[in-house]
């Protein structure tokens, strides 16, 4: 017992590097010199970070990529026509039609449908937060393979569906599943991406959510057509399947400002406190917490204390006035993009008389979505990426997009109003890599799965979500299309004046605050920082 508190002292102990061992009960060794900081720093970082050999930082994005583009699939899917489909009718005769697709199978109502394609939102509002808390205890990676193998489980439970209720409730599971890589990608593309190129990197994995959604229509209307709407479901998760494997089988990544062994304590608290001793415990494969050193023991938190660290770090995320800054803005941005998506089409055939509304908005939807989200992600990163930086983009790009988007509804020609309103869709898409930058560094690391989760729920809770009955109430009481698009594209002109405020707080980037032993951006810039498995030991020589 004694040999082992001996053998357990810190190395930097004044009493155990300059005088002997006085205890006959304990054998003689020579401790050397305490390690340099940088040897520390090294040693820890290099012990505490084993990674998979398979994974680059290309191909990790690649992965969530395709993930991101089959979830966005799915939404665009279950509102095509094809699986949609449409409620029996009947003409003054007494002939009825059967209907098509979920609606006319299940007899539902224009009200029932709009449950079923929104449903998937309670799932993701209320299992976001909650993935976001235990990825302090839990593996973020595994968290992600957990969620995706909900997916996939409620995905083939819609295909199966035989009644409004249950395929209502497997929508919900779809929100769940959705809601851990929701919270949890964006922080790993964060931390493995080019130092110089964060935000571009970030504007990929947000280009597949207008590119996903149109995908979605094309493909529901071709597999519910040609198979059945059933079968549109079973394709999915059928794509999906791998990719939940691979989250369950495959050696996990870590992510930045969590413990890497499973410990229930950021990183920070025992390896800043005491380095010394972590080294120590780390030659023998050991990483101990405080609460180790002072009980020997690993006890789990109580329920009590996981809710009371939830509640805690929820203050401490909206004590932060960048980030309440940058989601409000956010929330009036997705205020008039949410109604765009839902009534563009209708309003475009109402005012300009489009024959194919639909493939019109559409395709400028999809086009506008992917160069206007890379270019902000590449013109941010060329700025510097810098919090104040991202919120002069997101305020100029916001208020240009508004004037074009603005100007298009107040022509009468359709050909005025096709490149205007593009342009302006192209401009208001550039934010959507800024405002996701903002949202992850202006909080610590062990913050970050946290301050998406929050995001996320608050711009479907007040934006989104909302906005799309407001616009048909107000079009009910004034029946004009034009003025109701005129006064829905206005509200992008409060976004930009939100934004515009940021620029003048005081901003820090809070990228490194949680994490000073861990691989900083100029070593990860010099080497693929998930190419290989490297492990180096400290060793005690005698």
Request: glycine share 8%.
């Amino acid at each position: 017992m004694e040999k082992q508190e001996a053998n357990s002292k810190p190395l930097g102990d004044s009493n155990s590097t300059n005088k002997p061992n006085s205890n006959p009960n304990t054998s003689l060794v020579d401790v050397p010199a305490p390690p340099t900081d940088m040897a520390i720093s090294s040693s820890i970082s290099s012990t505490l970070l084993p990674q998979p050999s398979w994974f680059t930082a290309q191909r990790l994005l690649a992965v969530f990529c395709v993930i991101n583009l089959l979830n966005y699939v799915d939404r665009g899917t279950i509102a095509s026509n094809g699986v949609n489909g449409s409620r029996r009718s009947c003409t003054n005769t007494g002939t009825c039609s059967s209907g098509s697709g979920i609606q006319g199978e299940f007899y539902l109502n224009n009200f029932q449908d709009g449950v079923i394609s929104s449903a998937f939102m309670v799932g993701l509002l209320v299992a976001s937060p909650i993935f976001a808390s235990f990825a302090k205890s839990v593996n973020p990676f595994r968290l992600i393979g957990v969620g995706l193998t909900v997916w996939t489980i409620a995905i083939v439970g819609c295909g199966f569906s035989m009644n409004f209720w249950f395929i209502a409730t497997c929508r919900m599971l779809v929100g769940v599943g959705e809601a851990s890589f929701i919270s949890l990608a964006a922080p790993f593309i964060d931390d493995n991406a080019p130092v110089a190129q964060k935000t571009v990197w970030l504007g990929i994995f947000y280009m597949c959510i207008p590119t996903g959604i149109a995908v979605g229509y094309v493909y529901g209307g071709l597999v519910g057509n040609h198979l059945s709407w059933r079968w549109a479901f079973w394709i999915e998760a059928l794509l999906m399947l791998p990719f939940a494997v691979l989250g369950l089988i495959m050696k996990p990544l870590q992510l930045k400002g969590f413990s890497h062994t499973g410990s229930k304590e950021p990183l920070t608290s025992p390896l800043t406190a005491c380095p010394e001793e972590a080294v120590s415990n780390s030659s023998n494969g050991l990483l101990s917490t405080q609460e180790d050193s002072k009980d020997g023991s690993k006890g789990a938190p109580s329920n009590l204390n996981e809710l009371t660290r939830f509640w805690k770090d929820l203050k401490v995320l909206h004590l932060e006035k960048i980030y309440v800054i940058n989601v409000v803005g956010y929330i009036a941005y997705t205020f008039v993009i949410g109604a765009y998506s839902y009534w563009g089409p209708k309003a475009g055939y109402n005012i300009y008389h489009m024959e194919n509304a639909d493939m019109m908005f559409g395709g400028i939807t999809v086009v506008s979505g992917i160069f206007g989200t890379l270019a902000g992600g590449f013109i941010l990163d060329r700025m510097t990426s810098t919090i104040s930086n991202a919120f002069k983009l997101l305020s100029v790009a916001t208020f240009l997009g508004a004037i074009f988007c603005f100007a298009a509804f107040c022509f009468k020609s359709l050909y005025a109003f096709i490149p205007l309103f593009a342009i302006g869709e192209l401009l208001v898409f550039a934010t959507q890599g800024p405002v996701n930058y903002v949202c992850l560094h202006c909080v610590k690391p062990s913050l970050r799965p946290l301050s998406m989760a929050m995001s996320t729920v608050s711009i479907h809770i007040f934006g989104d979500v909302p906005s799309s009955p407001l616009v048909g109430v107000v079009q009910d009481r004034i029946n004009n299309w034009k003025v109701t698009a005129l006064m829905l594209t206005s509200v992008l002109f409060i976004a930009s004046g939100i934004w515009f405020i940021g620029i003048f707080l005081h901003s820090v980037d809070r990228f490194h605050e949680d994490s000073e032993h861990q691989i900083s951006d100029a070593e990860r810039a010099k080497s693929p920082p998930l190419l290989e498995e490297k492990t180096t030991e400290v060793s005690i020589e005698s």
